[in-house]
């Protein structure tokens, strides 16, 4: 049960009897009739154990979107219900009007509509509505909290997306599609076609022309439906916060962009979120939009505190795929000791496959490196040059190993890898 | 989200007993104590501290009140009560005024002991009190009780501290038998037939007036516990007490306090309805916090992910250079770090020895080699100058860079 403000101002015009007759007898006889309404308004209040909730799901949004969550109130007592919902979303959710008043004659139902607007990655969920019915005086309320759990899943938000005309741009030209070619840029013969001025001489084909009139031009594309398997890194160390985002967070956007790249450029991409067994797995083997499946699979992901088992992922991109593919570890360069883990595994790896590492670089170690005012400054300095250094050591390694490596400040990471996929696109190594 | 995922990593994939088998957690209350029992017996525990504690506190304690014959304390006087008891001296103990008359008036003329320490006894009760007794004998009394019972003796200021035994000086029998007494932290008495004066003082420790019927002791410690067993003491109290066969112990309290006559309340003055303004506007606020309190609803569980700042790992380790002055440890990083980098900048591979990189930048910067090696290899010593070096380091790798 509960009490409006309306009440408390009641019991405070009760003051008024009291004083003008004082006495023990005005004030209980206040107090009596006090009590009396609220029990009256109580028991007239419209019943709360004869309402049926219903929630539509609501569905998917992405991170800073909005979306409506819908509520259907049915009441099936006999009298009308008139009080406050309460709809118990997270608060990270962001509901913007989770409580409101709802007017429910008998009998029927209601729609009631929440917007929210989330500002966390994930399954976000309501797990219980709270009602509270009014009596026709709206004195005293009976309330009651029923279980009716919902969620909304918020997807991330895909901010590299702006990137992608330009590198689909680059693909094109790769792909000869672009009018104006660079020579070199595929590897596999596509067809000849008309010169056009631009063309780069060195790619006309003078056995085509004598048969005609005209200058042709061989075009060339790059090699298609290979292999491109992407792992993200869910382990302790992606739990690291670097500018405004999770490494977590920076290795999506990277997948994102990669995947819907490689997506467009004729390649099949897997995606594999993995720490210590696999939390998510996607890929185009499966009917369907790519990027779907890909944001559907990365939503509900956190970095877990626990250690990445390194040795068991080779055999896991073997069960992706026995062929040899581009395989990308989205993880990170600092943090534990890379030497026992990712470098053995790395090495496996590129035994079979082509292997890019991409990490993102923390660009607080820069700002710590050039602050050498004081003594402070100086040894943090030393701190920061040292945790470069040991970066610089393992990428020397990696790169000794055969494996490409990708180490960029947070929102340059999603391009940078985009432009080691076309690179190597370009130079067939794929 | 998190929980989600941490509470999959306890139950094993191989493990047979899905989530359904497992046996129910408990419900109520004896489940939940088990399941905080720690905490329930750390509640216990400091439950019954508390409630000793309150207990002490509550509990009846023993008679502090100096001089009272119950009090066996070192400031009380249950030791000379006894005693007086023992020779057939009936005392009684008088907690108010009224106990006192009564008993003064039932004894055949009794004796007296007044102790006021505050004073708290009036004109009229005090005569009333010096009628009733057969004598009386007052205990360091202040001037007011003197002035009201109108006797010629008067305070005359306290025992000088040189003078630790007094010897008794004059012709009183009960003076002559006791001997010396202590005149340790007592007030001195003029008037009447004084006894036990200082050197140099015509007021005494012991005064009794021309009548005998008003004797002033100007010591406590001649009847305390404490004080009863040295010198002449005890004899002293015996026979200044003992000489009648009833003696009255009557210490005044705050219970005696006149409040007869006093002015009007604000109570009294105020009118009728205003006793039930301050309950009711309580019930009002009783009632507004029930409106604002009452939750619409429990709150929300919000799973929160574990996020680390990513350079903690770099400041702890800054931190721990400072603390230990690892001025050698700070250098070599960064000399490392500034010879890696002029490297790059230099396009001179990764191959590149120190000793290539600091001819490569001298040939750019048109230095001499020995003053750019000397600069990258020093060593500083003091804080101080690797605050220095390490500015010089950077110029040096900004100057190449500019070129």
């Given amino acids: 049960m509960a009490i409006s403000g309306r009440y408390v101002l009641l019991v405070l015009v009760g003051l008024v009897p009291v004083l003008l007759a004082p006495g023990w007898g005005t004030v209980l006889a206040v107090l009596g009739v006090l009590a009396a309404l609220a029990a009256a308004d109580l ?30 109130v ?15 979303w997270q608060p990270s959710a962001g509901a913007r009007n989770p409580v409101q008043d709802v007017d429910i004659p008998a009998h029927e139902s209601r729609r009631v509509t929440v917007r929210l607007q989330p500002v966390r990655r994930g399954d976000l969920k309501a797990p219980h509505v709270t009602l509270r019915s009014f009596g026709p005086l709206r004195l005293a309320a009976r ?80 090699e298609r439906d290979r292999r491109v398997v992407m792992v993200l890194d869910t382990s302790r160390t992606s739990a690291a916060r670097i500018d405004d985002e999770t490494r977590l967070d920076t290795g999506m956007e990277a997948a994102l962009l990669l995947g819907v790249l490689a997506e467009r450029g004729g390649d099949r991409v897997d995606f594999l979120a993995f720490d210590r067994r696999t939390r998510a797995w996607a890929g185009s083997a499966v009917q369907g939009n790519l990027l779907g499946q890909l944001v559907q699979a990365m939503a509900p992901l956190d970095a ?65 490196l050039r602050d050498r005012a004081d003594a402070t400054g100086v040894f943090r300095a030393a701190a920061a040059e040292r945790a470069l250094l040991q970066r610089a050591a393992v990428s020397a390694e990696l790169r000794r190993l055969g494996v490409e490596v990708v180490d960029a400040e947070p929102h340059q990471l999603p391009p940078r890898l985009a432009d080691m996929y076309i690179r190597l696109k370009a130079a067939g190594k794929l | 989200m998190t929980g989600v995922n941490t509470a999959g990593i306890r139950q094993p994939e191989t493990s047979v007993a899905g989530p359904d088998t497992l046996p129910a957690p408990g419900r109520g209350p004896l489940a939940s104590l088990r399941k905080h029992r720690s905490l329930a017996l750390l509640a216990t525990v400091c439950a019954i501290a508390l409630g000793m504690a309150v207990w002490g506190q509550l509990a009846p304690k023993g008679d502090a009140t100096p001089l ?94 040189a003078s630790p035994a007094l010897v008794p000086g004059c012709s009183l ?38 009548d005998g019927r008003l004797s002033v002791l100007g010591s406590t410690g001649v009847l305390s516990n404490d004080g009863l067993d040295e ?70 569980f919000e799973p929160l992910p574990v996020v680390v700042k990513a350079v903690e790992t770099a400041e702890g380790r800054a931190r721990m250079y400072h603390d230990a002055h690892a001025v050698e440890q700070a250098r070599d990083n960064l000399r490392a ?67």
């Fill in chain 2, 68 to 161: 009272s014959v119950s009090n066996a304390g070192p400031e009380g006087a249950r030791a000379v009560s006894e005693i007086l008891g023992r020779h057939g001296v009936d005392v009684h103990k008088a907690r108010n005024f009224e106990a006192a008359m009564s008993a003064l008036e039932a004894g055949s003329s009794p004796t007296l002991l007044l102790y006021d320490r505050s004073g708290i006894l009036d004109e009229p009760r005090l005569l009333d009190l010096a009628a009733a007794a057969g004598r009386l004998v007052l205990v360091t009394p202040r001037l007011e009780t003197l002035s009201a019972l109108d006797s010629d003796i008067r305070q005359a200021g306290v025992v000088p501290d």
């Fill in chain 1, 43 to 72: 028991v007239l209040a419209g019943s709360l154990r004869s309402v049926q909730l219903q929630r539509a799901e609501p569905g998917n949004v992405a991170l800073n979107g909005t979306i409506d969550a819908r509520l259907t």
């Fill in chain 2, 337 to 403: 770090g500034t010879l890696a980098r002029l490297a790059g900048k230099l396009r001179l591979g990764p191959g590149a020895t120190a000793e290539h990189t600091i001819d490569a930048a001298a040939r750019l910067l048109g230095r001499p080699a020995a003053e750019v090696r000397d600069l990258v290899n020093h060593h500083p010593r003091t804080e101080a100058r690797l605050v220095a070096w390490a500015q010089e380091l950077n110029n040096l790798e900004k100057e190449v860079s500019s070129r």
């Fill in chain 2, 231 to 300: 010198l002449g003491h005890a004899a002293l109290a015996l026979r200044t007490l003992g000489g009648s066969s009833e003696l009255v112990w009557y210490l005044p309290s705050l219970e005696d306090l006149d409040t007869f006559g006093s002015p009007q309340t604000l109570d009294d003055l105020a009118p009728d309805w205003v006793r039930y303004l301050g309950p009711w506007l309580i019930v009002v606020a009783l009632t507004a916090i029930a409106w604002r309190g009452r939750r619409l609803g429990p709150l929300v």
């Fill in chain 1, 74 to 88: 049915r009441n099936d007592g006999n009298r009308r219900l008139r009080g406050t919902l309460r709809d118990g």
């Fill in chain 2, 173 to 210: 029998p009960d003076a002559q038998a006791a001997g010396d007494i202590s005149g340790k932290s007592g007030f001195v008495y003029d008037g009447g037939v004084s006894c036990y004066r200082p050197s140099g003082s015509a007021a005494g420790l012991l005064a009794v007036s021309g």
């Fill in chain 1, 143 to 222: 309330q009651r909290t029923m279980e009716c759990p919902g969620a909304v899943r918020v997807l991330p938000p895909f901010h590299s997306r702006r990137h992608l005309p330009s590198k689909l741009r680059k693909l094109r030209e790769l792909d000869g599609k672009a009018a104006v070619q660079i020579r070199g840029a595929g590897t596999e013969f596509d067809s000849l076609r008309d010169y056009v001025r631009g063309d780069d001489v060195r790619s006309i084909d003078w056995r085509a022309t004598a048969r005609r009139s005209s200058v042709v031009v061989r075009t060339w594309r790059p």
């Fill in chain 1, 304 to 368: 877990e505190l626990i250690e990445m088992d390194w040795p068991a992922v080779p055999a896991q991109v073997r069960a992706v795929t026995a062929h040899r593919s581009l395989v990308v570890l989205l993880t990170s360069l600092d943090g534990g000791a890379p030497e026992e883990g990712l470098l053995p595994a790395a090495a496996r790896l590129a035994n079979d496959h082509v292997v890019v590492v991409a990490a993102v670089r923390d660009p607080q170690l820069g700002t710590m």
